[in-house]
């Protein structure tokens, strides 16, 4: 299966900004949904997991969601900072297979 | 705190092998499942590899399957990535990364990576 993801979305500091992460081949909704934050020069990290769960230390501006009718998750940040500026994936799996999306640059003007 | 140093990452040439290995601390290696996680430059995130906390077993990315190789020494909590026949399209910074208790398949910790470099 394939996740699908924006190349780029853009906001302003202090707006809600959603990405979006499509999978095509089987139901968004038969495994858990995950998303990275990868800021320039640095490792990922793990902003949600299991859907819509943070990691201790992951400010609540983040948040996820499914939407199974359009067969895709959501991340939103809202209060963006700059410090968000980054590139954000999605990950999910099957049963011997873990999958990426392609990743979206959020820039933060 | 849950710490993954990566090493062993260099230049290598075309078809010869290169063993990775990821220091874990903090938490106890064979209880979780763990990733090798690759990235190539200016490129997303492939996934690489996995071996499970139960007998450790383990799945592989298609691009890979059949050269490389992930394990784990518990005594030493270091898993490690053995990767044989090695080609320019495997050039990335490789990730070791835990996955969650239960929920294998999903990644909460990541180390800081490794650059391998395979060029003649």
């Known amino acids: 299966f394939l996740l699908t993801q924006p190349h780029s979305v853009s906001e302003s500091p202090g707006k809600t900004v959603t990405i979006s992460c499509t999978r095509s081949?089987?139901?968004?909704?038969?495994?858990?949904v995950q998303w990275y934050q990868q800021r320039p020069g640095s490792a990922p990290t793990t902003v949600i997991y299991e859907h819509y769960r943070r990691p201790s230390g992951v400010p609540d501006r983040f948040s996820g969601s499914l939407d199974t009718s359009s067969n895709s998750a959501s991340l939103f940040i809202s209060g963006l900072r700059t410090e968000d500026e980054a590139d954000y994936y999605c990950?999910?799996?099957?049963?011997?297979?873990?999958?990426f999306g392609g990743g979206t640059k959020l820039t933060v003007l | 705190q849950v710490q993954l140093v990566e090493s062993g990452g260099g230049v290598v040439q075309p078809g010869r092998s290169l063993r990775l290995s990821c220091v874990a601390s903090?938490?106890?290696?064979?209880?979780?499942?763990m990733h090798w996680v690759r990235q190539a430059p200016g490129k997303g995130l492939e996934w690489v590899a996995i071996i499970w906390e139960d007998g450790g077993s383990q799945d592989y990315a298609d691009s890979v399957k059949g050269r490389f190789i992930i394990s784990r020494d518990k005594s030493k909590s270091t898993l490690y990535l053995q990767m044989n026949s090695l080609r320019a399209e495997d050039t990335a910074v490789y990730y070791c990364?835990?996955?969650?208790?239960?929920?294998?398949?999903?990644?909460?910790?990541w180390g800081q990576g490794t650059l391998v470099t395979v060029s003649s």
């Open positions: 903090g938490f106890t290696l064979r209880s979780y499942a």
């Open positions: 990364a835990r996955g969650v208790v239960g929920a294998g398949q999903t990644i909460d910790y």
């Open positions: 081949g089987g139901s968004i909704a038969t495994a858990y």
């Open positions: 990950q999910s799996y099957d049963t011997t297979t873990v999958i």
